[in-house]
C-alpha cells in the first residue's frame, strides 16, 4: 500500500523537459530546465498553455527571442535552455507538465505493476512530419542510445532507476539488456532498478527515429533539415545566429488545439537591441530587467508586467581538479568573499533573491518548501568565518603558495560574450579583488565554446545557471560524480551515496531531510558551487497575448499561445 501511495505522490511532482537545463534565452519564466549557461538575469518567458477562445485573431503568429543559439538540437547530448525551447515544441515527450499539472503527451495512458518495477505506456496515434508514424521503437532507441556509453548522454545518472541502465553505461552489460522494450508499434515497457518516488521525471523524453539519427549522424541536430518533428510545431529554418521559424505541425495528434501558425525565436545577443525589438512590436513578450526600461514599459497600457520566480539557481562552479581551486579553504575564500546581496541589488536590479543555498524557492517536496525549510546555510558559513582573506591566506599555506593574496591571480570564466556578461563579470572582478586582496581576470566566450571548455577542465570559476524539474533529486544529482552534466568534477562519495539514497526513499519526511543535507554538504561542506541568486523577473508581454503558461515548471512550450486582438 505504502508504495503504491508513494507512486501516487509522485504523479504530483512530475515535470519533463530534461534537455534543457542549462539557461542560454530568455523567453520563459519556468526553471527547466531543465537547466548553466549565460543571460542569467533574464531566464526565458514563454511556453503556454491555454484553450483558445472566440475572438482569437485570424492570422496567429508570436515572435520571441534567444539571448543565443541551440549549441545543438540532438536531445540526446543537449543541456541548453536555447536547445530546450525549440524542442520542446517539436517533439513529444510521453507526458508534459502544463499549469503545474502533469498530463500525457505521446501517451495516452499508462499501467504500474503491482510491485511498482514495470511501467507500461499506450502511445497515441501520432506521426513524424513526414507521415510516418511514431512507435513505441521510437521512444525505445532514445533510451537505449542515452544508455549507449559513446553516446555521452549528460544526465545518465538520473536514469539509472532504469533496469541496467547504469550497467549498459558503464560497459558491464551489452545495451540489450536495458529494460526497455517495444510490445508492440503503439505500447512501450519500461522496467525499473527500484521503485522510485521521483520516476516520471527520469520517465519523460523525447523520441528519435533511429533511420533519421543514423542518416545525418554527427550532423544531427545541427540543421533544421536534419530534423524530424512529432511535436507541435515543425522546424522549417534555422538561420545560425539569426533565427528559428517554427510552423504549425499539421500531422501532430493534438494540431487542433494548436492556434499558432508560425512561430520565431529571433537570436538577439544584445539586451538593448532585445528591448528595442519589443518597444517596437518586433516581438510579442521579453523577460525585462533593467530599471529603466521597467519603467519605460510599465507606463505602456498595450502591454503587462508579469513578475515570476524560476526554478533556477545562478552560480560560480569551481573546478575542484585546478591546482589552486582543489582546496576547500580557496573555495571557500571565494564564497564567503561573494557579494550576493549587493550582486541581487546591483547587477540583477532587486528581481532576483541573493542565493543562500542551491536549492531555488519554488522547489517542494511533499508540501514542504525545502528552501524555507533549510533556511540559509551559507549566512551560517559565512557568521562562522568573518574573514574571507585569513581563509583564502590559510588555504594558500595548505598548498605551499606565497601566503600574500597580492602574489595570488586566478581567473573567472563568464558563459557569454554580450555586454550584460561584461558587466557582471567586471563588477564581480573588482568585488573579489577588495574582498580577497588578489588579481582576478575575467575570459568571456559564447556558452556552446564555455561548454566545451569547461566539460575539458579548462575553467577555474566558471559562471552558469541551472534550472530544476519539479524533484529536488534532480539539481542535486547533478554534483554526484556519476552525472557528466555539470562541470567541475566534484567528488565526494558520500554525498553520491545519499544522492543515490534518496532516489530510492519512499518515507517523504526522511527525503526532506536528506536533501537538506545534499545541499549543505554541496554548498558548505564541500563548497563546489557559489551560489549567487534565484532565478526570477520581471515579463513584459503584449496584451494581445494568450495562453502562456507562467508555473514554475513547465513543458508546455508554445503549444497553447494565442493571440486575439492583436492589430
Given at each position: ?8 505522490l509522485?504523479?504530483a ?16 519564466p ?12 533574464n531566464p526565458?518567458?514563454?511556453s ?7 475572438g482569437?485573431d485570424e ?12 549549441a545543438?538540437?540532438n536531445h540526446?547530448?543537449?543541456t541548453?535552455?536555447?536547445g530546450?525551447y525549440?524542442?520542446v515544441n517539436?517533439?513529444e515527450?510521453l507526458?508534459?507538465?502544463e499549469y ?5 503527451a ?10 511498482g518495477?514495470?511501467w ?5 496515434e501520432?506521426?513524424?512530419?513526414d507521415g510516418?508514424?511514431?512507435?513505441a ?7 537505449r542510445m542515452?544508455a549507449?556509453?559513446s553516446?555521452?548522454?549528460?544526465y ?5 532507476v ?10 558491464e552489460?551489452?545495451v ?7 510490445v ?7 522496467s525499473l532498478e527500484?521503485v ?13 527515429r533511429?533511420?533519421n539519427?543514423e ?5 544531427y541536430?545541427?540543421?533544421?533539415e ?10 522549417d529554418?534555422?538561420v545560425?545566429?539569426s533565427?528559428?521559424r517554427l510552423s504549425?505541425?499539421?500531422?501532430y495528434?493534438d ?6 501558425q ?5 537570436i ?7 528591448y ?5 512590436g518586433s516581438i510579442?513578450s521579453l ?6 526600461y521597467?519603467?519605460?514599459f ?10 515570476y520566480?524560476?526554478?533556477r539557481?545562478?552560480?560560480m562552479?569551481?573546478n575542484n581538479d585546478d591546482?589552486l581551486?582543489?582546496?576547500r579553504?580557496?573555495?571557500?575564500a571565494f ?6 546581496e ?12 541573493p ?5 531555488p524557492p519554488?522547489l ?8 524555507e525549510a533549510?533556511g540559509?546555510p ?5 557568521a562562522e568565518n ?9 588555504g594558500?599555506e595548505?598548498l605551499g603558495?606565497?601566503t600574500n593574496?597580492?602574489?595570488l ?9 554580450n555586454?550584460?556578461?561584461h ?11 577588495t574582498?580577497?586582496g ?6 568571456y566566450?559564447?556558452?556552446a ?12 570559476v566558471?559562471?552558469l545557471?541551472?534550472g530544476s524539474?519539479?524533484?529536488?533529486s534532480y ?7 556519476t ?7 566534484h ?10 539514497d ?10 526532506v ?8 554538504m ?10 549567487i541568486v534565484y ?5 513584459f508581454?503584449y496584451n494581445y497575448?494568450?495562453?502562456v ?11 497553447y499561445v494565442y493571440t486575439?486582438?492583436?492589430?
Amino acid at each position: 500500500m505504502k508504495k503504491t501511495l508513494c507512486l501516487l505522490l509522485a504523479l504530483a511532482m512530475m515535470l519533463s523537459l530534461l534537455a534543457g537545463c542549462s539557461d542560454s534565452e530568455e523567453q520563459n519564466p519556468a526553471g527547466n530546465p531543465p537547466s548553466g549557461g549565460n543571460d542569467a538575469a533574464n531566464p526565458p518567458d514563454d511556453s503556454g498553455d491555454s484553450s483558445g477562445e472566440p475572438g482569437t485573431d485570424e492570422v496567429q503568429y508570436y515572435n520571441i527571442t534567444l539571448s543565443e543559439e541551440p549549441a545543438t538540437l540532438n536531445h540526446l547530448i543537449n543541456t541548453t535552455v536555447a536547445g530546450g525551447y525549440i524542442l520542446v515544441n517539436i517533439l513529444e515527450p510521453l507526458v508534459r507538465n502544463e499549469y503545474g499539472n502533469v498530463v500525457p503527451a505521446g501517451c495516452s495512458s499508462y499501467d504500474i505493476s503491482e510491485d511498482g518495477l514495470t511501467w507500461t505506456f499506450h502511445l497515441r496515434e501520432n506521426y513524424w512530419n513526414d507521415g510516418e508514424q511514431v512507435t513505441a521503437e521510437h521512444y525505445a532507441y532514445t533510451l537505449r542510445m542515452c544508455a549507449t556509453p559513446s553516446t555521452g548522454y549528460p544526465y545518465a545518472a538520473d536514469m539509472y532507476v532504469i533496469k541496467n541502465f547504469e550497467a549498459v553505461v558503464s560497459g558491464e552489460k551489452d545495451v540489450s539488456e536495458l529494460g526497455v522494450k517495444a510490445v508492440d508499434d503503439l505500447t512501450l515497457e519500461i522496467s525499473l532498478e527500484y521503485v522510485c518516488p521521483a520516476l516520471l521525471n527520469t520517465l519523460s523524453f523525447y523520441p528519435l527515429r533511429q533511420d533519421n539519427y543514423e542518416k545525418w549522424s554527427d550532423r544531427y541536430g545541427s540543421e533544421a533539415e536534419t530534423m524530424l518533428c512529432c511535436g507541435p510545431f515543425v522546424l522549417d529554418e534555422w538561420v545560425h545566429n539569426s533565427a528559428l521559424r517554427l510552423s504549425k505541425n499539421e500531422k501532430y495528434w493534438d494540431a487542433a488545439t494548436v492556434k499558432l501558425q508560425n512561430a520565431t525565436y529571433n537570436i538577439v545577443a544584445e539586451e538593448v537591441a532585445r528591448y528595442n525589438m519589443l518597444d517596437n512590436g518586433s516581438i510579442d513578450s521579453l523577460s525585462v530587467s533593467d530599471l529603466d526600461y521597467i519603467s519605460r514599459f510599465s507606463s505602456r497600457e498595450d502591454m503587462s508586467p508579469i513578475p515570476y520566480t524560476s526554478a533556477r539557481t545562478v552560480m560560480m562552479v569551481f573546478n575542484n581538479d585546478d591546482s589552486l581551486f582543489k582546496n576547500r579553504n580557496i573555495r571557500l575564500a571565494f564564497s564567503l568573499a561573494f557579494p550576493r546581496e549587493e550582486s541581487a541589488t546591483h547587477i540583477f536590479n532587486g528581481l532576483n533573491q541573493p542565493a543562500w543555498g542551491l536549492l531555488p524557492p519554488p522547489l517542494t517536496e511533499n508540501n514542504v518548501n525545502l528552501r524555507e525549510a533549510s533556511g540559509d546555510p551559507l549566512k551560517t558559513l559565512i557568521a562562522e568565518n568573518p574573514d574571507p582573506q585569513a581563509v583564502l591566506v590559510k588555504g594558500l599555506e595548505e598548498l605551499g603558495l606565497s601566503t600574500n593574496p597580492a602574489d595570488l591571480t586566478f581567473e573567472l570564466y563568464m558563459s557569454g560574450t554580450n555586454s550584460r556578461m561584461h558587466t557582471m563579470g567586471e563588477y564581480w572582478q573588482q568585488e573579489l579583488q577588495t574582498a580577497l586582496g588578489c588579481t582576478v581576470t575575467l575570459r568571456y566566450d559564447d556558452y556552446a565554446i564555455f561548454s566545451d571548455n569547461c566539460g575539458n577542465g579548462d575553467f577555474q570559476v566558471g559562471f552558469l545557471s541551472w534550472g530544476s524539474v519539479a524533484d529536488p533529486s534532480y539539481m542535486l544529482n547533478l554534483f554526484a560524480s556519476t552525472s557528466s552534466s555539470m562541470p567541475g568534477n566534484h567528488s565526494n562519495p558520500e554525498y553520491d551515496q545519499l544522492a543515490r539514497d534518496v532516489q530510492v526513499e519512499l518515507d517523504y519526511d526522511k527525503r526532506v531531510e536528506m536533501f537538506l543535507e545534499l545541499e549543505k554538504m554541496l554548498v558548505c561542506e564541500d563548497v563546489a558551487i557559489c551560489p549567487i541568486v534565484y532565478g526570477g523577473g520581471m515579463t513584459f508581454r503584449y496584451n494581445y497575448v494568450n495562453g502562456v503558461d507562467e508555473s514554475a515548471f513547465t513543458s508546455a512550450g508554445l503549444k497553447y499561445v494565442y493571440t486575439a486582438g492583436r492589430e
